[in-house]
DNA sequence: AATGTAGGCCAACATCCGTTGACAGTCCAG
DNA sequence: CTGGACTGTCAACGGATGTTGGCCTACATT
C-alpha cells in the first residue's frame, strides 16, 4: 500500500485504537462499547465510526497485528518444541491487548473463531508438517499443540489463574517444550 | 434440600432450562437473549422472569452441575495422567452444553471466571498436592495441567478446530495422558 | 359449584446500543 | 483573502434488551 501523508488526525487515530485495544481485550467485543472507547480516548463516538467505518472495521484494526511466523524450513527438528513455545510467549508479550482481544472474542464470536483458526493453520500446520514424521498426521499434530498453546494463553491471559500468571517465561518453555516436541515429533502412541 | 411437591410448570422450568444451555453454550452470555431463550421454549420471555428471577438467575441454573471430582485418595500416582484426561473428557461429554457455556461465558465474564478457577482449584489442586513430589509446587503443577486440559476443552468443543474435533477419544488420552502424567509427577525440569 | 392460586400471555417501560446527519471551528492551498 | 477540505461536537434515530405489572385462563381444593 502506498505511504499515506501524515494526517493532522493520526493522533486520535491512534489515541481510538489503543483505547479499543484495552476494552476489547478486557471485555471483549459486546461489552466494549463505542462509547465506552471514545469516552477513553476522550473524543466523541461518531469519530470512532467517521475513522474506522463501524464497530466491526475498528475490531478489525485492532487485530492487524505480524504475527512474524517462523520459516520451517530454519527450524530444528530436535528443538522445534523449545523454539515454538519461546516464539508464542515473545509474541503474546508484545502484543498482549491485540492477542488477548483475538481469544476473548474468538470464543464468542464466529469470525473471530475463523480468524484464529486461519492464524493456526497458517503458523503451526505447515511446522507441524515439515517436522512430523508422517505427514497424514500433520493436522493431528498440529491441533494438538494448538492446544496446548492456547490453553496457556488461555490460562496465563485471559482467565488469569494465579499459579499459572506467576509462572516465569522459562519455566513456562522449560514444561511446555517437551510437551510440543512430543506431540509433533514423537511417533503416533 | 427438600423434595419439592411436582410443579405442573415443571415442563416448561425444564425446557427453559434445555433451551438456556444451548444458547448459551452456542452463544455466549451476552448473545443469548432472553427473547430468543424463551421463543425456543415457546414461551413468553416474562416466565424466564418468573422463574429464574433474573437472566444471571438462570445462568447459575444452567451451571449447576455435577463435577463428581475423583477422591484423590483412590488415584494410582503412576496411572494419574490418564485417570484425569479419561474424567475430563467423559465429563464433558455428558454435560456438553453446561460446560461449554462456562468456559464460553468465563471468557468474557469475570464472575464465570472466578467460577471456573474456583473448579480447578477445587478439581485438580487436591490431586496435585496428593501425587506431585514437592507440595510447594502443586499449585503450579495443577495450573500447567489446567492450562492442557482446558487448552483442549476450548479447541475442541468450543473452537472446534477440524483435526481436534475428529480425534477419537482413546487418541486423545493418549496423547494428553503423559503430559499430564508430567506436569504432576516428574521432577521439576 | 365457588373460590383461590398458579400458569401463561400481552403490552409496555426504561435503558442502552450502533449509527447518522447537521453544524461549527481550523487549517491550508490558491 | 477566500474557498474548500479536514477535525471535531451535538443531538437524535431506530432497534434491541432486560425487566415489570396487569390480565385472562385452568386447575385443585373445599
Chains 1, 2 share one sequence.
Not at 16 to 23: D, F, T, Y
Not at 49 to 63: H, I, N, P, Q, T
Request: net charge positive; hydrophobic share 40%.
Amino acid at each position: 500500500m502506498p505511504d499515506r501523508p501524515p494526517r493532522r488526525s493520526d493522533a486520535t487515530r491512534t489515541a481510538i485504537l489503543a483505547a479499543a485495544r484495552e476494552r476489547f481485550a478486557s471485555d471483549g467485543y459486546e461489552r466494549a462499547t463505542i462509547r465506552a472507547i471514545a469516552k477513553d480516548a476522550r473524543i466523541d463516538p461518531s469519530m470512532v465510526m467517521r475513522y474506522y467505518g463501524s464497530k466491526e472495521g475498528l475490531f478489525d484494526a485492532v487485530l492487524d497485528v505480524d504475527l512474524r511466523i517462523p520459516n520451517p524450513r530454519e527450524l530444528q527438528r530436535q528443538t522445534v518444541g523449545e523454539t515454538l513455545v519461546s516464539h508464542f510467549l515473545t509474541l503474546w508479550e508484545e502484543n498482549n491487548d491485540a492477542l488477548t482481544a483475538m481469544l476473548r472474542v474468538s470464543v464468542t464470536n464466529p469470525a473471530g473463531a475463523e480468524r484464529l483458526q486461519g492464524i493456526f493453520r497458517d503458523q503451526i500446520l505447515p511446522v507441524a508438517r515439515h517436522v512430523c514424521p508422517d505427514p497424514e498426521q500433520a493436522p493431528a499434530r498440529a491441533g494438538l499443540t494448538a492446544s496446548q498453546v492456547l490453553g496457556m494463553a488461555l490460562t496465563r491471559y485471559v482467565l488469569k489463574f494465579p499459579p499459572v500468571a506467576a509462572l516465569a517465561r522459562e519455566e513456562i518453555v522449560a514444561w511446555l517444550a517437551p510437551t510440543l516436541q512430543r506431540y509433533l515429533t514423537a511417533p503416533h502412541p
